[in-house]
């Protein structure tokens, strides 16, 4: 097959086209460039997508003898991603732009260039397996990625290739070594790539600019503090929430709701999260194929975390999920991905947009 391998800099997406090279493929490497400043974009195990992480690329495609070239995505990311991001915290909701990163550039524009130009297939480093066309969790659960992978579709999936999801991390990175790739030993990058600083606040600050509102008890009304904006919180927070005083029980108080147009934002008791029904929209199957009736699974609402047995059912255009044991922290604009599980593992159901 021809194989279009995404080589981000970092030691993943490098095995993963050292191992596409080695299956026998025709495989041509190519590097992402979606930062429009990306002199900017890398500290240490911060940020990605800098000249540096095009030039580690650039020398793991050298080590494979593969072609490789730059691709400027940068003004399909900055509307697709950076600024959905941006409109969806002033919105209220809580997005996650690894997903959306996935859904609308790396399996959509990147995926449909490569099909243009004839390759069969998009290579990542992403830990996730696929057999058969279905969508699994990885060996590596730390590592597990299929979270962010559980938007795209049968279509998507039929031309995708994930070669380290079989595989631990620190087996990985010893195999990267024995490859000779420099990138062995790189650090994961984290946060949001296009936030290096980790201030996520900060970041949607200067975009957005001030917007006060206030902070209020849910249950009795009461104003408890004034904010700068609602982009500064999302549901199932606790700190920064800005209160002046402890609540009367002693306490914690969390973001229970946040309504954009006031500028409201009501605090209230941990238990006061807890939910039993999620409701999602835009839902997409793995399998191309919605189910006809109801589906026991699990469900995931965070990256890492919020899992729990549930009935999920297809409602129209929405989907509805019935959690077995309550969930906290469930915020608008997350992704709820579904699991079953079967012989080999985790299979990758589907997931909707948490509304």
């Not at 959690?323 to 079967?342: K, S």
């Amino acid at each position: 097959m021809r194989v279009l391998a995404a080589m981000s800099g970092g030691v993943d997406s490098a095995v993963a086209a050292a191992r596409a090279v080695e299956a026998g493929h025709d495989v041509v490497g190519v590097h992402l460039a979606l930062s429009e400043t990306p002199d900017a974009l890398r500290s240490g195990s911060r940020g990605c997508c800098s000249r540096e992480d095009a030039a580690d690329a650039r020398r793991a495609a050298d080590v494979l003898d593969i072609p490789f070239y730059v691709w400027d995505f940068a003004g399909r990311f900055a509307e697709e991603v950076v600024e959905a991001f941006i409109a969806d915290y002033a919105a209220g909701r809580t997005p996650n732009p690894c997903l959306r990163c996935n859904e609308k550039i790396k399996f959509a524009a990147l995926l449909d260039k490569a099909l243009a130009l004839g390759f069969d297939a998009v290579c990542t480093g992403h830990y996730a397996r696929l057999s058969g066309g279905v969508l699994r969790r990885a060996v590596d659960l730390d590592k597990d990625q299929s979270y962010v992978l559980a938007v795209l579709g049968a279509d998507q999936l039929a031309h995708a290739m994930f070669p380290v999801g079989d595989t631990p991390k620190p087996a990985v990175r010893a195999e990267a070594a024995r490859r000779g790739l420099s990138v062995a030993a790189k650090p994961d990058s984290h946060d949001i790539c296009f936030v290096p600083t980790g201030d996520t606040a900060g970041f949607l600050t200067e975009r957005l600019g001030s917007r006060p509102g206030l902070v209020v008890d849910a249950a009795s009304g009461a104003v408890l503090a004034e904010h700068a904006g609602v982009h500064r919180f999302t549901v199932g927070q606790r700190r920064g929430l800005g209160l002046g005083q402890p609540a009367a029980d002693g306490r914690p108080r969390y973001v229970l709701g946040i309504e954009p147009v006031s500028g409201t934002v009501r605090v209230g008791p941990a238990e006061a999260l807890d939910i039993t029904e999620i409701v999602g929209e835009r839902p997409v199957w793995t399998s191309g194929q919605a189910p006809l009736g109801p589906v026991e699974c699990v469900a995931q609402v965070r990256a890492h975390g919020g899992l729990a047995d549930a009935v999920a059912e297809p409602d129209g255009p929405l989907l509805r999920v019935h959690v077995r044991e309550p969930l906290r922290g469930v915020a608008p604009g997350q992704a709820v991905a579904l699991y079953r599980l079967d012989s080999l593992g985790d299979i990758v159901l589907g997931s909707a947009t948490i509304r």
